[in-house]
């Protein structure tokens, strides 16, 4: 594709997982771009490649916006879909992650595009992030959802199904292109609160993350983001105290979202999971230390 821009020679990845996600009507409260920030952070990924945005955008829809310096123009930065090289060498793969904007335009052709970057690299499967806004309490621990490529798939990963039907993002889209191109496909989706949904959620963005671990087998450093997690827990609980309106609808949305998970007999992770998987990740950050 003429679109995909290679920075240089294909890296060499071992036994590589596509992580997507696309800021836009797939990224309630900012969440899975969040998650995937701190991915790149955490492992130091590298640019390999980006997607020339001039046949996917509008630009008088999604606007490219003007740096200034000293009150003179610095540059235009464009709306940006780019590739990202993550090695992991205390793990048994690597990551590729693509850090996107949603296209306006041409998403098939789009979505071909990250296939072919996908079977260039030899990638094994491609996950994208996504974040949707639902009647969901913010004390409570965030919901998850997945869909993936096959019901084996969903059973072989431990998803929890989704039910939805309705409108799709770009995320759909290219987990259609996956399913033709033969390339196995996951998607995690986060639910966030309905109320607070017009910041960012970094307590969201962190479950994303813990997900993707479960999934990868990769352990990711997210000290930050478990400290912005305390913060936004407590400041969102500090302005629903103040208003006696908002207390009452997140008890009530709290009460129901309990008794849901009570009569499906979902429950926490018991101490064992919870013991095992961090006992996993302390492994892999001993190796690295």
């Known amino acids: 594709m003429e679109s ?10 071992r036994s590589p997982v596509l992580v997507c996600a696309f800021r836009g009507w797939n990224d309630a409260a900012a969440s899975a ?3 995937l920030g701190a991915i790149a952070a955490s492992l130091d990924a590298e640019l390999i490649a980006k997607i020339d945005p001039e046949e996917y955008f509008d630009f008088q829809s999604t606007r490219p916006t003007i740096t ?3 009150g003179q123009t610095r540059r235009i930065d464009w709306p940006e879909n780019s590739l990202f090289a993550a090695r992991v060498p205390t793990a048994d793969r690597d990551l590729v992650l693509l850090d996107g904007t949603e296209p ?7 979505s071909e595009t990250i296939t072919t970057a996908a079977d260039a690299l030899d990638v094994e499967m491609v996950i994208t992030l996504g974040a949707l806004i639902a009647e969901v309490s913010h004390t409570l621990p965030v919901p998850i959802s997945g869909l993936a490529s096959s019901p084996s798939l969903v059973d072989q990963l431990e998803l929890e199904r989704s039910n939805y039907e309705g409108p799709t993002g770009i995320t759909g889209v290219v987990h259609d292109l996956c ?3 033969g390339i196995d496909s996951a998607s995690l989706w986060a639910a966030v609160p309905h109320y607070v949904a017009a910041v960012p959620n970094p307590k969201a963005a962190l479950a994303l993350l813990r997900r993707l671990e479960g999934l990868t087998g990769i352990a990711i450093e997210a000290s930050e983001l478990e400290e912005e997690t305390l913060d936004y827990e407590e400041q969102i609980g500090r302005a629903v105290a103040a208003n006696p309106e908002i207390e ?14 009570t009569a499906e007999g979902e429950d926490l992770p018991s101490a064992d999971t919870i013991a095992r998987e961090f006992q996993r990740f302390l492994r892999q ?3 690295e230390g």
């Open 285 to 287: 950050r001993g190796k």
């Open 248 to 261: 009452e609808l997140v008890s009530r949305i709290e009460a129901e979202q309990v008794d849901l998970l």
């Open 33 to 35: 771009s969040t998650a």
């Open 179 to 181: 399913r033709q191109a």
């Open 68 to 70: 200034l310096e000293e």
């Open 4 to 13: 995909l821009k290679w920075e240089g020679d294909l890296p060499h990845l």
């Open 104 to 110: 306006n335009l041409r998403w098939r052709t789009f």
